[in-house]
C-alpha cells in the first residue's frame, strides 16, 4: 500500500524549481492539523504539478504528509527517506527532497516539542495544614484544569496527607517544574543559537 503511494511523488518532477518543491511541502506542514482547504491553494498546486484534475492532486499531498510525519515522529534519517523512494524517481527530485526534509528538520521538531509542552494539563493547589494530636495532616484541594479543551474541563480532587508524605510531593513537583524548565530552555536554545549566527553574519556582510 504505502509503496504504492510513494509512487505519487513522480507528479513532483513536473515542478519547475526547486522553490516551488521548498513552497509545497511548508504548506504541507502549516496545514498538517487543518488539512489543505482552500481552493485557491489547491489549484495552485494543480497548475504547479501540471494536473488535469484535483482528485490526483491528493494522492500526491498525501504521499508527502506521510514523508513529513515518518521524518519528524519517526526520526527518519536521509538514507530511510531515499529507501522509500521508487527506484526510478530523478536523482535531482531525490536530492532535493532530502535536502528539503533536511532544512526544516531542526524547525518541525522544535515546533512539534512546543505543542507537546502546551498541551500538558495546567495544574493548581491549594492546601490548609490542619493540626491533629501527635501528627500534622494537609488536606490537598488539588484541581486540575486542561486548557486544550473548550469549555475549561476542571477536575477537583481533595485527599489527606500526612506532613512526610506532603514534603516528599513537593519536592517531586519541584523537580518535575525545573526538568520542565529545562526541556523548554532545550528547546528554544538551538533556535536562538541560529539567530546570532544569522545575526553575526550580517553584520559581517554590512
Not at 513522480?10 to 506542514?29: I, N, V
Not at 536523482?91 to 500538558?120: G, P
Amino acid at each position: 500500500m504505502e509503496d504504492t503511494l510513494h509512487l505519487q511523488l513522480h507528479k513532483l518532477s513536473a515542478l519547475k524549481s526547486e522553490e516551488a518543491l521548498d513552497q509545497l511541502l511548508c504548506t504541507l506542514w502549516k496545514t498538517r492539523k487543518t488539512g489543505l482547504h482552500s481552493p485557491h491553494q489547491k489549484s495552485h498546486f494543480q497548475s504547479l504539478l501540471n494536473l488535469p484534475s484535483l482528485s490526483q492532486l491528493h494522492p500526491v499531498l498525501a504521499c508527502l504528509r506521510s514523508l513529513i510525519r515518518k521524518w519528524v515522529h519517526e526520526n527518519f534519517t536521509g538514507d530511510d527517506l531515499l529507501k522509500l523512494f521508487p527506484p526510478d524517481l530523478p536523482l535531482d527530485l531525490q536530492s532535493n527532497l532530502v535536502v528539503l526534509f533536511h532544512k526544516y528538520q531542526s524547525q518541525w521538531k522544535d515546533e512539534v516539542a512546543r505543542e507537546q509542552l502546551r498541551s500538558l494539563p495546567r495544574t493548581s493547589v491549594s492546601y490548609q495544614v490542619k493540626t491533629r494530636p501527635a501528627n500534622r495532616v494537609a488536606v490537598i484541594n488539588l484541581k486540575l484544569q486542561d486548557y486544550t479543551k473548550s469549555p475549561l474541563d476542571e477536575i477537583e480532587v481533595k485527599f489527606q496527607l500526612t506532613r512526610d508524605t506532603l514534603e516528599a510531593m513537593l519536592r517531586s513537583l519541584t523537580y518535575i517544574k525545573e526538568q520542565l524548565s529545562s526541556m523548554v530552555g532545550t528547546i528554544s536554545g538551538p533556535s536562538q543559537k541560529k539567530q546570532k549566527q544569522s545575526d553575526h553574519l550580517q553584520e559581517q556582510g554590512d
